[in-house]
Structure formats: structure tokens, C-alpha cells
């Protein structure tokens, strides 16, 4: 053979074992296969890496894990997973905590830690496969899709949201109409009708994927909205969140404000009884108002106005709607008349909501920054002491401290839940904020329940630096000292206890009338009018509370209650409530009516022992003398006799005195005195009067000289 044969040969071979290596390592690299079972379909799961064969551990491998590894081998569906211990021989283990997400075409391609780092101690993962059920294309879906489950109709059910390639459920937390109205939007509906809570349409299944989500309404997609992270969340499927929409419209109940080109603003109209109306502005409150806004999306309402202010309506009028203010939409409140002939169009109400971008922030307070670390109490963040912050206009800025005293800081206290103020700062001695000087010249008189609700300059209308940043620092509550947060006015909102040197959110296992009625007799009302469990004000940072509290009648604060542990904490609702308003006092009030009464008892007191004094006396001076009467003789009788008149003859006779006169003077008189005068006097007189001699007056010169 010729050295070109040899040499052709020589190639044919090297390129040959070069081509079979590439091959095998193209099909084997990531190959898997499922070992030791009764078919091709079943088995332990290997995976082939750096020329072995490797187990795969279970922990953490899921449903769609197993779909990637049927799909790679030709299957149709996941029949079952299993857990397998106990590998006979020495085999490599190559993957642990697997995360497909189920889209996948190959096992290898889904993330994972490194290879050969594992934990699993012996448990590995076997799957089954089936191709008897065409499985659902995971990959006809996106994220942020929507679907319902478990509703009678298609408009209604339990939301459930793609992720990842898998379906997951929805966290009622902060669930409302608004969250709900971008599903029924994403969905292709008319609008919402409803948003329950807890599971109302059934558990779901896979994971929970959203808690605390805030939508605004107006978004196009679910994901859209603000929340906390995905599978970020506490919630059990017990809380899974669902929806009823509006097929088409407008539909029973429905409500929109028109005669504005701004959003939240205008003309209120109804849908009831298949017709548009609008409502009379006669017995038309706040409470009514908080609910349409509520309804709308919005937050609470900023103002109401009568007289047709967005024009005069057509259709129906309602009057005397009649809401509690807890309600979610007008629809749950009971009113008098429909298409009442006591109103006509220039009564129709109109309404001005606030934005649900920053509704429920508008006007708070907040404590910032620390104290110096030569101050007492020490450098720290603190809940009950710090820089004074209001929110306003979607930012938080500064007070300055000018005319800030003891009166201000008591308002800022209270507004925070905390009984009353400590002390107030100024100067920034807590430190200067970042933001901008919001308030000047604030001026309270102790008395108001927000800061707002005191005077001051306009908005960020000021002469201030930022080194005159006004502070506070607030009376540090007992143990078990309730408050409300959140709420629409200061007599309503989720509860909160200062506990262990915090606040803590109530939670609303075992919660009865008692522990209502106490709550709010301890801030001073005289009871309450509802309370709630569905998160009418949300659920806020503080953390659940690990015990609960069993008051009776008789206990009006909650450290006198009986307390019992709450195991399963984070899982636990809130407690909304609303007290009584009608009969509140402030503590200066209920001071003073107690130092009144006080006063007058010790009055009535002091009336009555002077009385029983005085009869005692009275009484003491009768039994003397009746007692010295009785020792005593009587004393001798005196017989008065009257002297004896005098006798007429002992009188000397006077014949002027005699009455009548014997001869009385004749009258008028016979010779009456000439008038006038015959001759009068000359005046002025001939000779007149002389006069004394005038004294005169000469100098007198130097006298010092004598």
C-alpha cells in the first residue's frame, strides 16, 4: 500500500472518531432517563454529565420539573413523582433544588445550584410519565394572563395568575374593587361588580403569588400594580382572592361621576331599576359619600357639594340614601325613595374624591430622625419621639418650628395614637429632614384631632431653614394601649396595641362586642357602632399581635382583660372598627366633669354638715333651757296697771288752739296788697353803693439790701 493509501486511510479514521465524539457528546450531555422501572416511562430520574450518570435529589422538584423531564423523553404528561432512597451501587448525584418553569424543553436548561452540590442525603426523585392526556401547551400562556375558577359563570371566580409557566392564586390582602377592576378589564369585561375575599370561590392550588397588592384601577395588566414581590407572601390558599364581573352594562347598582373633565370629580349618578338617576344632596353625608368614592376606586372623599354644582341630572332621584360608611358600594345601603318628587335637579349632589395614589396618606403625620447622642433619651430611632413630618401632595416634608409649642405637639401625639405630648422640640433636635418645609406658623389650640385641622400658612409657604425642623416627643403608652389607624376620621380604623414597646396590629381571633366596647370606652367614646374582619383600612406594617384578649362587662381597658396565646398569628385578620362618636370627651372635658362634681359633692357635703350642725345646735339650746326651766323656781308674777289717762280739768284752756276757730279769718282777704307796686324802686339806684378803696401797688425795689 502507497503512502497516500496509508495517509487517506490515517484521516478517514481520525476525522471518523472525531465526528463519533462530537455525536456522542451532542446526545449524551444533559440526556436523561429513567432508571429501574417496570417501563420506559418510569423510573428513577438520571441525568448524564462529565461522562456519568447521575441521580437527581427531591428536594424541591415539582410538578413542572417532571414535565420538562416527560416532555424531553417524548411523553405527554407527569403520570406521578416519588420519592426513591436507597440507590444500589456507588452513583453520582448531580443536581438538587431544581427550578424549571415548565417551559423548558431540557432538564439541563432549567436553573439549578452547580453540579454535584447537594444535600439531599439519599432521596432522590423518580417520575412516571403518561401519554395518555395531551397536557395543556404551557407555552400558549404569558406572564401576567388571567384566568377565573371555581365560579358558576365565566365572569366570576377565583383569580388565578400565569407565572413562570405555572397558574397561581391570589393574597386577599389589600384586596378591593379596584385590584378587581383590572381583572375584569384584563378579561374583556364591562366592569366589576364584586371583590370577595377568603377563598369565596374555593382553594386553589400551586402558589400563592401576590400579597398586598395596590392597584390604582387604571392598570392594563394585574402584574402591573404595585406589590411586594413575587411569592413573597404568608398567605394559605384559605385567603385565595376572587372577582365578579360585569358582563356588559351598566348593570344594577352601578355608580359614575359626571359634569367634570377631572377624575373624581362630579355630578353623582346611580343605575337602579334599569334607569340613571341621580341622587338629592338632602341627607346626603360623609358616610354616603366615603362609599361611592370607595366604589369608584377612589379614596376618601374631599368634598360634597348641593345645589346641582356639575349640573342638573336627568332620570330618577334617590333621597335619603342612608350608609353606614363600611360599606363597599351604595348598593348594600338602604335608602328611603326612588324617584322621589321630594327633590328636584338643582338638588343633585356632586362629590370630590381623592386619588387612591397617595388617599389614604394625605394629611398624616410621621415621627423621623433620632435624638443626639447627648440627649436623653439616648440616639435611637424611636416610635414615641422624633422629627415631625406631614405628607402632602405624593411627599413627606418638614414643619418649621415657629410658634410651635406644647399645644402642637399634643395634636401631632394624639393624631399618632399616643395619649398626649411629652415635650415639643424645635431647632431640629431630632435632626433635619430631606424633604421640603411643608408647614409655618402652625398654631393649634389643643383641641383638634388632626394637624391639618390647625391654623397655619399655606403650603410650603414659610420663611424657614431646614435647621428649624420641628419635633416632638409623646407620652410613652401603658401596656395593652389601643389605638385607630387609617381610618377616614379619628373615631374608626384598624386597630393597633402598644405592646412591648411597640405597635402591633390586633388580630381578629375571638373577637367579640366586649372587646369592641372596651376598646372604645378606653379612648373615651361611649361605645361603637361596627366592627369588621375583611381589611376595610388595610393592613399596615405593624406585626400581628401573639395574643388575643377576653374583656367582660365592667373592664374598660384592655390590661384588666384576660389574655389567651394566638399560635397561628400570621395568619390571623384584622380588626376595623368604629366607635361612637356621639358622646366623646376629650380628657380635659372628662376632667373637668369630674373635678365639677367633685366640687359640688364636697359643696353639698360642706351645706349639709353645717345644717346638721346648726339643728344640733338648735336642738342642744332647747334641751338647756327646758332643763334649766326645770331646776329653776318660776318667777314672780308682775300685774301691769296701766297709769290712768289725765284729767280733761288738769288741761289749760287755750281759745287759739280751739278747732274749728270761733272766728276765722276772712278769706280772701278784704284789702288785698296793690300789684304792682305804686311806686316801684329806681333802678338802677340813684346813689350807688359805695364800693371799698382799691389797693395799689407800688415797686418796692431791691429789698435784699434790708
Not at 432549567?110 to 412516571?128: F, I, K, Q, R
Not at 363600611?326 to 328611603?336: I, Q
Amino acid at each position: 500500500m502507497d503512502f497516500q493509501a496509508l495517509f487517506h486511510l490515517f484521516s478517514v479514521s481520525v476525522i471518523a472518531s472525531l465526528l463519533r465524539a462530537l455525536d456522542v457528546n451532542a446526545q449524551d450531555l444533559g440526556s436523561i432517563r429513567l432508571s429501574g422501572g417496570s417501563s420506559d416511562s418510569s423510573g428513577t430520574l438520571q441525568i448524564y454529565y462529565e461522562d456519568q450518570w447521575g441521580t437527581v435529589c427531591h428536594d424541591g422538584f415539582e410538578e413542572r420539573d417532571a414535565t420538562v423531564v416527560c416532555r424531553q423523553l417524548g411523553f405527554n404528561s407527569v403520570a406521578e413523582i416519588t420519592k426513591v432512597s436507597n440507590q444500589q451501587g456507588s452513583i453520582v448525584t448531580w443536581l438538587d433544588d431544581v427550578q424549571c418553569s415548565g417551559y423548558e424543553n431540557r432538564l439541563y436548561d432549567c436553573p439549578h445550584p452547580p453540579w454535584g452540590e447537594v444535600d439531599c442525603l439519599g432521596e432522590y426523585v423518580a417520575v412516571s410519565c403518561s401519554s395518555d392526556v395531551t397536557p395543556e401547551p404551557l407555552d400558549w400562556n404569558v406572564n401576567g394572563d388571567v384566568r377565573l375558577k371555581g365560579g358558576v359563570s365565566d365572569s366570576q371566580g377565583r383569580v388565578e395568575v400565569y407565572y413562570d409557566g405555572s397558574w397561581n392564586t391570589i393574597c386577599d390582602d389589600l384586596w378591593d374593587l379596584n385590584d378587581a377592576r383590572v381583572v375584569c378589564r384584563q378579561l374583556g369585561y364591562y366592569g366589576v361588580r364584586e371583590a370577595p375575599r377568603s377563598s369565596f370561590f374555593g382553594q386553589g392550588t400551586g402558589r400563592v403569588l401576590l400579597e398586598d397588592l395596590r392597584c390604582y384601577g387604571y392598570e392594563d395588566n394585574l402584574l402591573n400594580c404595585p406589590h411586594d414581590g413575587y411569592y413573597d407572601t404568608d398567605c394559605s390558599h384559605s385567603r385565595d382572592a376572587g372577582v365578579i364581573c360585569a358582563e356588559s352594562g351598566p348593570y344594577q347598582g352601578e355608580a359614575r361621576l359626571v359634569g367634570s373633565n377631572f377624575a373624581g370629580r362630579g355630578r353623582v349618578e346611580i343605575y337602579n331599576q334599569g334607569q340613571w338617576g341621580t341622587v338629592c344632596d338632602d341627607r346626603f353625608g360623609s358616610d354616603d359619600a366615603n362609599v361611592i368614592c370607595r366604589q369608584l376606586g377612589f379614596g376618601k372623599v374631599v368634598a360634597r357639594y348641593s345645589g346641582g354644582y356639575y349640573g342638573w341630572g336627568t332620570g330618577p332621584i334617590m333621597w335619603d340614601l342612608d350608609c353606614r360608611g363600611s360599606e363597599w358600594k351604595w348598593g348594600d345601603c338602604p335608602f328611603d325613595e326612588w324617584g322621589t318628587a321630594r327633590c328636584d335637579h338643582f338638588d343633585d349632589v356632586g362629590l370630590y374624591c381623592l386619588d387612591k395614589v397617595g388617599a389614604n396618606m394625605e394629611g398624616k403625620v410621621r415621627l423621623a430622625g433620632k435624638a443626639p447622642s447627648d440627649s436623653t433619651p439616648p440616639a435611637a430611632m424611636s416610635a414615641y419621639y422624633g422629627r415631625t413630618e406631614i405628607f402632602h401632595y405624593d411627599e413627606w416634608g418638614t414643619i418649621c418650628d415657629d410658634y410651635w409649642d406644647f399645644y402642637e405637639a399634643d395634636v401631632v401625639c394624639r393624631q399618632l395614637g399616643f395619649p398626649a405630648a411629652f415635650a415639643a422640640a424645635g431647632a431640629s433636635f431630632y435632626g433635619s429632614g430631606p424633604g421640603p418645609i411643608m408647614l409655618d406658623d402652625v398654631r393649634c389650640d389643643g383641641r383638634e384631632h388632626y394637624l391639618t385641622q390647625c391654623g397655619h400658612n399655606a403650603w410650603y409657604w414659610h420663611n424657614c431653614a431646614q435647621n428649624e425642623d420641628a419635633g416632638v416627643r409623646c407620652v410613652i403608652p401603658v401596656n395593652n394601649y389601643p389605638r385607630l389607624v387609617d381610618g377616614d376620621r379619628w373615631y374608626e380604623g384598624r386597630i393597633e396595641v402598644w405592646r412591648s414597646g411597640e405597635w402591633q396590629r390586633l388580630c381578629a381571633t375571638n373577637f367579640y362586642d366586649q372587646q369592641a366596647k372596651t376598646i372604645c370606652q378606653q379612648l373615651g367614646f361611649v361605645g361603637y357602632d361596627w366592627y369588621r374582619f375583611d381589611n376595610l383600612f388595610g393592613v399596615g406594617d405593624a406585626d400581628p399581635i401573639d395574643v388575643g384578649f377576653y374583656c367582660t362587662e365592667g373592664e374598660y381597658t384592655l390590661s384588666r382583660c384576660d389574655t389567651f396565646n394566638i399560635n397561628e398569628k400570621d395568619f390571623c385578620g384584622t380588626v376595623d372598627i368604629r366607635c361612637n362618636n356621639a358622646g366623646q370627651m376629650s380628657a380635659g372635658a372628662i376632667c373637668g366633669i369630674v373635678f365639677s362634681c367633685l366640687l359640688g359633692v364636697a359643696i353639698i357635703g360642706a351645706c349639709v354638715a353645717t345644717m346638721v350642725r346648726s339643728r344640733k345646735n338648735r336642738n342642744q339650746r332647747i334641751e338647756e333651757t327646758e332643763a334649766r326651766q326645770q331646776t329653776q323656781p318660776p318667777p314672780p308674777q308682775t300685774v301691769f296697771q296701766p297709769a290712768p289717762p289725765p284729767a280733761y280739768s288738769d288741761v289749760p284752756y287755750n281759745a287759739s288752739l280751739a278747732y274749728p276757730p270761733a272766728q276765722p279769718a276772712a278769706y280772701p282777704p278784704t284789702q288785698p296788697a296793690a300789684y304792682p307796686p305804686t311806686q316801684p324802686a329806681a333802678y338802677p339806684p340813684a346813689q350807688p353803693v359805695a364800693q371799698p378803696p382799691q389797693a395799689t401797688y407800688e415797686s418796692m425795689g431791691d429789698t435784699s439790701a434790708a
